[in-house]
């Protein structure tokens, strides 16, 4: 499996001729005291003024940078690598075994603290904040379960992706959200093999409806 680190990211900043080099640096604290706020309180919980308090920077010049607390969101929630690409590359490979690369690509990421913040801020968000959820949605829709569901050969691929997401979803709730034991304290490795075969069934459309006869 392709190894999903920072070197997936592709980040390109472009700097005004007169922008200070100190600008980036700024920029940087506030980001990373919005995701982790984001992650960790949600949404409705974290304030411009609470980001700004964490960064050491006047709240003002987070309104400077990002205009609105939805712009801080949508900027500290972008997902650092191309999840189409990730899972669509999981789940075009030997269709033995798909559900432990796709469950090991998805614990992988929660795990990492940079993916996995953004992650985390995503779903949390869009359980609570209606705009949170459209962007997930579409996010889901879009970029992720459609490029998916044209890598799958069974008869609805729309509806097991529909199907994995929902498994996905529950277990960021579960283990990195409400914190559910002893799921919560497994180690890693421990919720990779419980998850790849419930995984691994819906993929393999097992657990599909049968049509109506």
């Known amino acids: 499996m392709r190894n999903c680190s920072a070197a997936d990211a592709r980040v390109i900043v472009r700097r005004s001729p007169g922008r200070r080099s100190g600008d980036n640096t700024t920029r940087a604290s506030v980001l990373a005291a919005a995701r982790r706020q984001f992650s960790e309180l949600g949404y409705d919980r974290t304030t411009l ?3 700004a308090a964490e960064a050491g920077v006047d709240q003002k010049l987070v309104g400077y940078f990002h205009g609105s607390k939805h712009a801080l969101f949508v900027a500290a929630t972008a997902l650092p690598f ?3 690409e990730g899972i669509a590359s999981v789940l075009a490979g030997d269709p033995e075994g798909r559900g432990e690369r796709l469950a090991t690509l998805i614990v992988s990421l929660l795990e990492n ?7 985390i801020g995503l779903v949390r968000a869009a359980a609570a904040e209606p705009e949170a959820g459209r962007m997930v949605r579409e996010l889901l829709t879009q970029d992720v379960w459609k490029p998916a569901a044209a890598s799958l050969p069974s008869g609805n691929p729309e509806l097991t992706v529909s199907l994995v997401a929902a498994q996905l979803l ?3 709730m579960a283990r990195y959200v409400v914190g559910v034991e002893p799921l919560a304290s497994l180690p890693p490795e421990g919720v990779i093999e419980l998850l790849a075969p419930i995984l691994e069934d819906l993929l393999s459309g097992a657990s599909s409806p049968r049509e109506s006869r």
């Open 170 to 172: 529950g277990l960021v």
């Open 113 to 119: 603290p940079e993916a996995g913040d953004r992650l």
């Open 82 to 84: 191309d999840p189409a």
């Open 49 to 51: 003024r609470s980001v």
